[in-house]
């Protein structure tokens, strides 16, 4: 059996054998908001999810998960998350194997993804549902993502 963190780092959960045949996914983002939203979102799609907040965090748990995919939101420029990412990968010695996801803010444009080589993927997604379909395809099908509906006030 394996022990993965929470993300509130004091507790730990029990991995069943079960639960173990699931992809992990690392989330990297320095946004609290948007990092538990990813991971709330990912979890519901039947994911592992450990969360990082930052390069020295996610090179930790990586080092621990041994994720699938990692997904990386930092604040900086593409570039520079960029190198960031690939950082994690290689510090955290998981593997060129594991595919490495950018959210990018400029540099391409909306709902766009553009594949930069080694396994590196920028994405600007417009919504969730686009940001799964390409977890989904790059995990290799491992993970079939369920469709969300997200309703508003006023909504039917």
Known sequence: MMLIQTKMGEHTIPITSESESRPIILVVEDVHETRD???????????????????????????????HLILVGLAGSPREVIFRALSIRRLAEVGEGVPVVVFCIEGIDEGDEVAIGKNVHLTRPDNFNQLRSLIARLLNGNAVPLTVEIMTSGSK
Not at 40 to 59: F, K, P, Q
């Open 37 to 67: 939203g990813i991971e709330t979102l990912l979890m519901a799609d039947r994911y592992r999810v450990a969360v990082a907040r930052d390069e020295a965090d996610a090179i930790e748990r990586a080092q621990r998960a041994k994720p």
